[in-house]
């Protein structure tokens, strides 16, 4: 069977459907983080210097792009596939001849693919209020894709494990937020006291912004090489475990 | 060959609730069937499993020869399903939910297309193409669902209450719509609790209670052996009391109304003279209940176990 056009099928409906939605999944971010590149970046930035050597507002920039682009791919994925849980539609997609992991990669990739969009508005909101240069680009756009990657397949999990709509929320605003927050948007790990530094170092965030920092202005905490192996480990493990719960039929089978 | 194997299959769900018991049954390619029982029998079960909503506990699934835990791809392919609720996403266009449910069995674009406007033809809905779904009627979205099972051009469709809750007048079509698929080639499994639809449809039937099946067989050979008819008889003239005849059992409703159960081997030319010569003179008899409903309300009463006969 021709698994490639029940992949393309997948990954157009979920293209189509935050398209649809824009207002919703498009519109938001976009006078979100222009209003954190007013405040934190222009009004109180102005005020606050230089970190690493960037000026403030250059400072935060890969932060707010990168943070932006991990919650809408966790989002994005979490939302449709939950819904298309609770609406049973997801029994159209386990009757049908597709293997799991071309559910799981259609998924994963509608999800990737709304993150980078997003994350290509935010960096366009961006280039009103500073001037952009990217330092790698291949750096910048690989730790981009992997952190996709990382958070869609994150969403997924939490929509199969989920058993109500406060279910889906609960990971993005408990933990998804606060660990972004903390993971070095708008400092560095470096003017954290002692003990927070070592904490810091636990969240996984931090080595993507950083790597993602380094991709865009040249400045980062943290080795680049271990970012790269964290995300990769990441992929690795959320990956085989989504692949388990559909194995298992675990949230989506009686 | 068999378009459907079910060997000893099982389900024991995390409950510890035994849904199925070790079911056997054969379906043959281009079969009419009907799977029957009561409520929490098992069908739904068993429906879910063959395809593969629900995960079995033991047994095997083949359909048109290939295993279903083996040849996962290939098994699947052969099915189509029309569920017992609406279960497609209502914010989606009628069109659109077919082209994906072809997608999703990998059928190239321009295929798609053409097979998407033949199913919605055939189903009445090329008009609604363009409708989101949620807009439609209850029977438009039960012909959506039928569509949707067929655009890949299955060989086994499994209609599980494709007709509950519809009215008569759509419930008729769809019977119509069944029947041309039937006839087309495509084998069919049906469930319902509309028996009169089994008992019209249907060639072969098979009846499961409390996870066994408890009768299997084909639908002239199960009719021929209901013993007693249960007839209501509308009278002419009204009578005071239930007339008394050797065999049958009679029941006054109304002055002019009877119920009599009359035993095949007494027959109805001996009870219509035996009644005229009672100066009763019938002028019109219904069933009282369907043939098969009332065989079926014996088989049930008579396994409440579900023992294997």
Redesign the interface.
Known sequence: MNYSIAFRTIVIKEILRFVRIWPQTLLPPAITTALYFLIFGKLIGDRIGTISGANYMDYIVPGIILMSVISHSYANVVSSFYSTKFQRNIEELLVAPIPNWVILGGYVSGGIIRGLLVGVVVTLISMLFADIHINNIAITLSIAVLTATVFALAGFINAILAESFDDISIIPNFVLTPLSYLGGVFYSVDMLPGIWQSISMGNPILYMINAFRYGFIGVTDIDIQLSFIITGGFIVTLTLFSLYLLHKGIGIKN | MNALTLRDLKKT?NNGFKALKGIDLDVEAGDFFALLGPNGAGKSTAI?II?????ATSGSVSIFGHDLSRE??????C?G?V?Q?V????FDTVKSIL???A???????KLALQRTEYCLKQMDLWDKRDTVSRRLSGGMKRRVMIA?ALVHAPKLLILDEPTAGVDIEIRRSMWQMMQDINRQGTTIILTTHYLEEAESLCRNIAIINHGRIVENSDMASLLARLHVEHFVLNLARPIAAAPIIEGCQIERVTDKTLNVAVPKEHGLNKLFSQLSAQNIEVISLKNKTNRLEQLFMDLIDSNPTGDQR
């Open positions: 769900y879910g395809s593969s909503l629900i995960n996962r791809e290939k098994a699947k392919s099915i399903l569920p609720e279960n497609f996403n209502q082209l994906n449910q997608g999703y069995y990998g059928t190239p674009r949707r």
